[in-house]
């Protein structure tokens, strides 16, 4: 990854995709894709700004830009219908102002233009991760029913669809002889499965600090030898509960008290209270 500016950065292989366009002329659909992905992931970085979230930096890999945050947990269900509509809203937007200039103006790269944002319309709004529609259905199923049946239904449906759409896309190779692109975009769908999962699970830690009736919560006390990660130490926690944590030395004797908040704290702001280890 190449640092141009401190909130910009890019992919070498994006450079060597830019430079194979332009040395075998890749078609003017190519541009005018990639000049959709990145207005649908800017508008990603407007709406996540627009509700208090941090923009760590943007990154330009070879299919779309790449927007990373510095904080991802999110209050309200209302923020994340935002953060995850914003995208695909813009695509309409343009495709639905694409629509109306083509009944007046006949113009190829136009068509294109409107071809492009609403592919990337439909794809991202299929409910499976880690589409936005995907990801916004995981948030709204975790919000009522908890991160466990959330993750649980999620994985059925990407293991459903997912599949389905790998067979037609085999079907469509077989065909064409040369269309691979629902084949990767299944790959895309079934190999989230595997890897959706981060160092630290963002939808635990949301149901922890917001999903719960904190009116009924108990005082839940946990035990932690010295040099545990903070990560393995939140897994511990319960959501019904305000979480206590006594940091232990090998003698068993306590070293330290920290909060449910200081454990969460480290993990999403990446700080290190006092007693927590800064490998997470």
Do not use: W
């Not at 040395?23 to 992905?37: E, G, S």
């Not at 083509?102 to 991760?129: A, H, Q, R, V, W």
């Not at 669809?161 to 790959?187: Q, W």
């Amino acid at each position: 990854m190449i640092r141009i500016t401190k909130h910009i950065r890019i992919s070498i292989l994006t450079v060597v995709v830019f430079v194979m366009g332009v040395i075998f002329h890749y078609p003017p659909i190519f541009y005018i894709t990639y000049a959709v992905m990145a207005l649908h992931e800017l508008s990603h970085l407007v709406a996540a700004v627009s509700i208090g979230l941090s923009p760590d930096y943007i990154a330009l890999m070879p299919f779309g830009l790449n927007l990373r945050l510095k904080n991802k947990i999110v209050c309200y269900l209302s923020d994340e219908i935002i953060l995850y509509l914003a995208g695909p809203f813009i695509n309409a937007i343009l495709a639905l102002a694409a629509a109306i200039a083509g009944k007046y103006i006949e113009n190829d790269l136009l068509k294109l233009f409107y071809i492009s944002n609403i592919t990337l319309f439909i794809m991202n709004m299929l409910p499976l991760p880690p589409l936005d529609g995907g990801m916004l259905v995981k948030r709204m199923i975790s919000r009522r029913y908890g991160q466990k049946t959330a993750e649980k239904i999620c994985v059925i449906m990407s293991a459903v669809f997912g599949g389905a759409l790998l067979l037609l896309g085999i079907y469509i190779v077989i065909e064409s002889r040369y269309n691979y692109s629902l084949v990767l975009f299944s790959l895309l769908i079934l190999g989230n499965i595997f890897t959706q999962r981060e160092k630290y699970d963002i939808d635990f830690i949301g149901e922890l600090m917001y999903y719960s009736n904190k009116s009924k919560k108990r005082v839940c006390h946990i035990t932690s030898p010295e040099g545990e990660s903070a990560y393995k130490i939140a897994s511990r926690f319960r959501p019904d509960s305000f979480n206590v944590v006594y940091i232990t030395d090998t003698k068993g004797k306590i070293k330290n008290t920290l909060t449910e908040t200081q454990i969460l704290d480290s993990l999403t702001k990446k700080e290190t209270p006092e007693g927590v280890p800064a490998s997470l």
